[in-house]
């Protein structure tokens, strides 16, 4: 890699950690996809380019580095990721006048195919909470606790797993709301149902290690921090027993706090606020997903459907 670029690309990604407070796994992923990109044109133009000659790149040479990647059978959705990465790259490099590379804003990226969210049936999204519904496979029980304690804020509060995994022993108590830290360092107030507040109390009066105020609300066996792996093993265990398909994951369950709140009236405004969307588009999608499940239930009900 040219001398250069490595010392842009550092300055890249320090920025985004410092000053777009972007998260370090968001960070790793652009890294390596410019890195990619970079390889590519070493192999493609007989050299590692400088900063001179990424700007001087040519259209056809963005498009050769994505039907590379199709030939990998890369998809649409990680190619887009991709171009994204080289983008926000190109971005600062033009920011801080080190040259604009105008090959990256030529090439169109590529379509997704849309898919809508999968929400759980109502019954089934709180029956993913229930503690007794792992019993028997020899975990203790304070274990069962936690798992439905957590599930039942991914779907109580419509939290992401890493803002679950993330809460602190101090941000729950006697309150009827915490302080959830969302995508971007951005901290959002969230509602705490009495019924969640009652799993996670539950799940503290069993836990057998006793953690600083400061410490993480949930740990796993041994009294580390709980990983995202386990609870996805934990929901696995849950959608085996209840019956339900591969599509009713842990996000799932925050699919369906948006869905069954828009189905029971819920307001858009409120429901992007709650689940910690910075783009109403991005809650709109919801709106799709009550109206196809309207669809649904007149073309299987209606008598002349």
Not at 92 to 107: I, P, R
Not at 212 to 220: M, N, Q, S, T
Request: net charge positive.
């Amino acid at each position: 890699m040219a001398p250069n670029v490595a010392a842009e690309i550092a300055n890249w990604l320090s920025y985004l950690g410092a000053e777009r407070r972007m998260s370090p796994k968001t960070i790793e992923a652009y890294r390596r996809d410019v890195l990619q990109f970079l390889a590519f044109l070493t192999e493609h133009l007989g050299g590692a380019p400088s900063l001179k000659e990424l700007a001087a790149l040519k259209p056809a040479n963005v498009r050769a580095f994505m039907a590379a990647r199709r030939a990998k059978n890369i998809g649409s959705r990680s190619l887009m990721r991709t171009l994204a990465g080289m983008r926000a790259f190109g971005r600062f490099l033009e920011k801080n006048g080190k040259g604009k590379v105008g090959a990256l804003a030529a090439v169109r990226a590529p379509k997704i195919p849309k898919t809508l969210p999968r929400p759980l049936a109502v019954e089934a999204a709180i029956g993913m909470a229930d503690p007794d519904l792992a019993a028997g496979d020899g975990r203790e029980v304070w274990i069962h606790a936690r798992d439905a304690a957590v599930l039942g804020l991914l779907y109580g509060c419509g939290l992401r797993i890493s803002e679950a995994l993330g809460l602190k022993r101090a941000d729950v108590g006697a309150r009827d709301v915490i302080t959830v830290m969302g995508k971007g360092r951005k901290q959002r107030m969230v509602p705490l149902l009495p019924a969640v507040a009652k799993l996670i109390a539950a799940y503290i009066a069993l836990c057998p290690f006793d953690p600083p105020a400061d410490g993480a609300l949930f740990v796993g066996a041994k009294g580390g921090r709980l990983s995202a792996r386990i609870v996805q093993l934990a929901m696995a265990r849950a959608r085996g027993a209840l019956g339900l398909p591969e599509t009713a994951t842990p996000h799932a369950l925050r699919h369906s706090f948006a869905t069954h709140l828009l189905a029971r009236g819920g307001d858009l405004r409120s429901i992007q606020e709650l689940l910690g969307h910075a783009s109403l588009a991005t809650t709109q999608i919801y709106t799709e997903v009550d109206a196809e499940r309207l669809i649904e239930a007149y073309r299987s009900a209606h008598p002349r459907a």
